[in-house]
Nanobody, 115 residues
């Protein structure tokens, strides 16, 4: 059974930092690309960042230079380091993996940026 479990979401002040984690189980983690998405209230879910199986990365323009995606295949975990957070980063953040069988999503973790 495939499971993706996100953690690390919190309330943070503008300009602050957070690190999200997504622990995967039930898949051969190292061969899959992983991605972080987010969904703000009343908006569509959008891609934030992705990382290939060999570490190539891609970012949404809105987070370039502020967010960093990384992975630790030994821990079956993908991370999202978020710096210089802005109120518009407020959203539920989801982990995603497209396996050969289907696409899996985590349950999400809430990030709120507010003073």
């Amino acid at each position: 059974q495939v499971q993706l479990v996100e953690s690390g979401g919190s309330l943070v002040q503008p300009g602050g930092s957070l690190r999200l984690s997504c622990a995967a189980s039930g898949i051969f983690f190292s061969i899959y690309a992983m991605a972080w998405y987010r969904q703000a209230p009343g908006k569509y879910r959008e891609l934030v960042a992705s990382i290939t199986d060999i570490g190539g990365t891609n970012y949404a323009d809105s987070v370039k230079g502020r967010f960093t995606i990384s992975r630790d295949d030994a821990k079956n975990t993908v991370y999202l380091q978020m710096n210089t957070l802005k109120p518009e980063d407020t959203a539920v953040y989801y982990c995603r993996v497209p396996t050969t069988e289907r696409i899996y999503w985590g349950q999400g973790t809430q990030v709120t940026v507010s003073s």
